[in-house]
Structure formats: C-alpha cells, structure tokens
C-alpha cells in the first residue's frame, strides 16, 4: 500500500513524500517548483518537476534519524501504532515534526492543522535531569515518553531537543521549533560534555564561526546545551531555517559518513562547493573548510566526518553552516598523538603527526586554494589559540562543575599548539 507525507520547508508546502514497500520517493509541488523564492529540499534534490527516487531520497531521510539501530529499534517501539526501524518514512511519520533544519513532515490529514498553535508543555528542572539521568543509564532513551516531542535529531550520541522561552523550557508541540539541543556526553568518556563546550568555545575564540553552547547542571545532571542555529527569533516567534550536511547534499548514506568508509572527502566536499556557489564564495568555502580541518588537527579532534559539516540553504544560496560537534581526544586516556587520525585525509595522509606545512600546501592546492595564504591563515590560528585556550578554560561553569578535567584539557590543548606552531 502506497502512503504519502506532506513536505514542509519554512512552514510551506514544498512536495509530497510517497513510500510503497521501503522505498521512498519525493516529488515538489507545481508552485513550489516554480516559485523562484522556493528553497531545494537538498542539494541532491534540486528544484524541477518530476519525481525523486529512493537513491537520492533515502540518504536525504535517514540523514534526520539517529545512527544507531538500537535507538531507531525503540524509536519504532514508541511510535503509536508501532512503526518500522527500516523504514525512514514509517519513522518519520511519527517523528518528523521538527527536524534539522526547516523541513517537517506531517500528514494529509494533519495538513489542515499542521499550522495550529499548541501549548508548550513546560518542564522543570527536575523534569530535565531525569531525562538526562534515562539517557545515561541508556543511550537510547532519546525520548521522554510514546507521545511527547516529535522530534528527530541525527547522529551517534544520545541527545534531545527542548525549547527555551524567557527562561523556560519546554517540549513545545505542533509547528512550534524546538530552539536548544541537550547533551549529556559520552559514557566511554567521562567529561565529553565539556570538552565539547570547551571547544566549541575555542573555535568560536579564534574566529571560526561555531554554534553557541553552554554547560550547564539539571538536578545535578550536566550536559552541553547547544543553541541550534537552524532557528532564528522574529519579533514574537520562531523561523526555522534550512539545513542538510554534506551527506545529504552528495547524496551518501550516513553509515559512509566517515571518508574511510567511503564517505566524502574534503575534495569531493569542494567540487560541490563549486557547483552551487559562485568562484569567490566557493574559495573562501573551501578555505573556511580546510582551517576547520586544521583546526581538528591542532586540537586532536577525531570526528570530523561529512555529516560534522553542514550547509544552510536559504533560495537558490548556499553558505557554510556554523561548526559543530568539535570536540579532542587529547584529554583521554587511550590518547597517542604518534597514532590519532583524523576523520578527514590531508594529502592523503589520516594519521596527524604525519601531516604537516608540507601536506596543508599540497591539500589547499587540489582543492584550488593558494598553498601561501593558506598557511597563513594556518599560522594566524595557532597564534590565536594560547589565549583562546586560557579565555575558554576560565569558564565559571566549567571550573564549577570539573575543575580538574577543565585543567587536563588545558593542558593538553597547549601542548598540541605547541606541537603544531613548531612544525609551521
């Protein structure tokens, strides 16, 4: 039996999502299509009449899902009436009202009340930190119960998504966005939560564009707060603006997300940088791309993979998305910095004490950029880090709730920048 799912973006009627047996299709609507105002779905599903199939579609939805199968197993399980784990449509039938970036799925019939205001039920704090108490005890409990939230966040970590209104949250419902994404780290890592903070914060201090967080303690819970900025406040409401990362735009299925796995690469990432922005935004992409990688170099960051890079879709332009997800592996035990990777290759190379002046210039020019300016640029960063480090540790909040790990990663981040500035 054929279903369908009307397509939002922007709290318009972009296209219809049809599924016969798992596999899905896409097709916009004759106005959306001709509209030039209209924003593409994804990269990979440029504005045209004519219907989108599952090879396209499928990498595009499973994009808006968790990683992990046992998360989308109780996924499925909480879905009234239970719905398919292998199936991205049954899944987001059920979860897909408020996703990354503008796009939400509802159906035919909920179409007519898609746009209907529906109160925020609020939460307390205590509210709060059992969720993040289920999630660690298990990495799964996504959810707060079969009914409530309706949303999908991707990924591999266990988070959920809130809204934060005048000092409030809640788990609004309806068309209203959640504003906030919450994490409670990674148990294998005790400390991740600020370490992602923290770092975050660094790149933010040496002027590479990265989403704002905090860290804070729920019931004496803590976790990353994440402001999303796939979200934007007019006036007296909230826009949701349009995203997808790069494995969605080149159409690559999140289980390839990483380049050794046959996911894309930073020259692949630039080909299509070069095919939807103009030659000057293309470059300047690029370089902001590339310093982001050696900035994942200096720090020991491990995860940097495609789906760790988005772009924001707004019309027929396209920009970088701010980062996000940046985090070091210098701070941890199993830590050896003659064997960390990265997720991206330099000049062929993963392994970071192999990649060095040598290998940033030959990187930057296959990607078409000028080798000099690059390092430059490279150069520039490393001499902003010692005093982003310092500014960033000095964090209250991070002093207040681990001191000690706040002091190790310091440490350990000075130390890398020590490393690299001698290498440059």
Known sequence: MRRELVV???????????????SC?????????????????????????????SRVVDPYLWGLLPDNPETLQRWAILATPPADEHNPFSLLEHYGRDCAGAVQFVSPEEFGAAFEPVPTRWLSEKDIGDQLRA??????????????????????QAKFAL???????????????????LKPGIPEF????????????????????????????????VAIVVERYDRIRLDDRIER?????????????????YQSDGGPGLMRMTELLRRVQRARQADATAQRLLL????????AGTDAHAKNYSLLLRGAAVSMAPLY????????????????????????????????????RAQAAALGLDPDGFLVQLRDLLDRMPRAIERACLDRAALEIDAAFTERLREALLRRTEWAAALL
């Open 135 to 156: 999630l660690r005890r298990d990495p799964n409990a996504w959810t707060f119960d079969e009914t409530g939230g309706r949303f999908s966040l991707a990924g591999a």
């Open 292 to 299: 982001a990688t050696a900035f994942d170099w200096v720090i």
């Open 8 to 22: 939002l973006l922007g709290s318009r009627r972009a296209g219809t999502l049809r599924c016969e047996v798992r």
């Open 190 to 221: 005790p400390g991740s939560a600020l370490d992602e903070h923290l770092c975050m914060s660094i790149a933010a201090e040496v002027g590479l564009p990265t989403a704002r967080s905090t860290i804070e303690t729920f019931d004496g819970e």
């Open 241 to 257: 603006l349009h995203q997808e990362d790069f494995c969605q735009a080149l159409a690559v299925m999140p289980s390839q997300k």
């Open 325 to 360: 997800d940046v985090a070091s592996y210098a701070p941890f035990p199993r830590y050896s910095p003659e064997t960390v990777s990265l997720a991206q290759k330099v000049d062929g190379r993963y392994r970071m004490a192999e990649i060095g002046p040598a290998e940033w």
């Open 163 to 181: 809204l934060k209104e005048d000092g409030r949250w809640g788990r609004p419902q309806g068309a209203t966005p959640t504003t906030h994404i």
């Open 25 to 53: 299709t896409f097709e916009y609507d004759s106005e959306y299509v001709h509209d030039p105002r209209s924003t593409p779905l994804s990269l990979s599903m440029p504005l045209r009449p004519g219907v989108f199939e």
